[in-house]
């Protein structure tokens, strides 16, 4: 008798809880489209989003290839932080360079250096082509896999090789509309921005444009870059790992913790906010 007598208490303690077999939402008119719904947001002031979805800062969750899907679509990826601080900024910088209105600091490669080393960078960042540049940044010439067809000595240097005269640039400050005219009239994948003095000062490509218009609602930064977080946490390499993630342009750091509230992370984010203002700062779990 005293049992159920408790069991009867406890129930009527416990709220009403409802799961998804639970609920129907019933249709009825509406005048709205679906095309006509708006689900941009604000994950900070300077951060907007066309979607409010992020992707969790774990393991077996976020690294380059879920953050560049998330902001295609118009979320933003997390990368977690169990990895060292060189290869989580290596994480972040492959987003940055995987999709951009004009990349304005591409991977170069010195006319000097071998035909091997250039197909390493290559390869490492899963691009086609380099921009040759000079000792002052000076662009001297570029090198594509259409360079080096059939190439078999690539102990040579990549001057040998490198196309170098007749090359096709453009001034800063060509839109991406101009720059589409200009890739398309002389049937090359990649356009070269340089200044007056001929330095390198960006490169634009074909897989760009194509992303842009395939991604329409891609969530980028003022430079046309992919959005993408990263995860710290507290730790003793908290404000080198800050810092090498600003480095490799970092849209908002992440201080990652299951319990938000502690004094630990309270501290440990006055002193990010301190040492690195200029990046948006996002503290937690707060589940109270």
Not at 222 to 249: K, M, N, T, W, Y
Request: contains cysteine; hydrophobic residues 40%.
């Amino acid at each position: 008798m005293a049992a159920r007598k408790e069991s009867r208490s406890l129930r009527s303690e416990i709220p009403l809880a409802l799961t998804f077999d639970d609920v129907l939402l019933l249709p009825a008119r509406s005048k709205v489209h679906p095309r006509d719904v708006d689900l941009k947001t604000r994950l900070t002031a300077s951060i907007p989003l066309n979607i409010p979805i992020l992707s969790a800062a774990m393991d077996t969750v976020t690294e380059s290839r879920l953050a560049i899907a998330m902001a295609q679509q118009g979320g933003m990826g997390v990368v977690h932080k169990n990895l060292t601080i060189e290869a989580q900024a290596a994480e972040v910088d492959k987003l940055k360079r995987s999709e951009s209105g004009m990349i304005v600091d591409p991977v170069t490669c010195r006319p000097e250096q071998t035909i091997t080393e250039a197909l390493e960078v290559m390869a490492r960042y899963k691009i086609s082509g380099v921009p040759v540049v000079d000792e002052k940044g000076k662009l001297v010439g570029i090198l594509t896999n259409r360079d080096l067809r059939f190439e078999t000595r690539t102990d040579h240097p990549i001057s040998s090789r490198m196309t170098k005269k007749n090359l096709i640039t453009t001034p800063v400050g060509t839109t991406l509309e101009q720059a589409k005219s200009l890739l398309h009239e002389h049937r090359i994948e990649k356009l070269l921005v340089v200044d007056r003095a001929g330095n390198l000062k960006g490169l634009i490509t074909v897989k760009d444009i194509q992303k842009a218009i395939k991604y329409p609602n891609a969530a980028k930064d003022h430079l046309g870059r992919l959005r993408v977080a990263a995860a710290i946490g507290v730790s003793r390499d908290l404000l080198d790992r800050s810092r090498e993630l600003v480095r490799a342009g970092v849209d908002a750091l992440v201080l990652d913790s299951s319990h938000g509230h502690s004094e630990g992370v309270l501290d440990a984010l006055a002193m990010v906010k301190k040492k690195i203002s200029s990046t948006p700062i996002v503290a937690g779990n707060v589940a109270t």
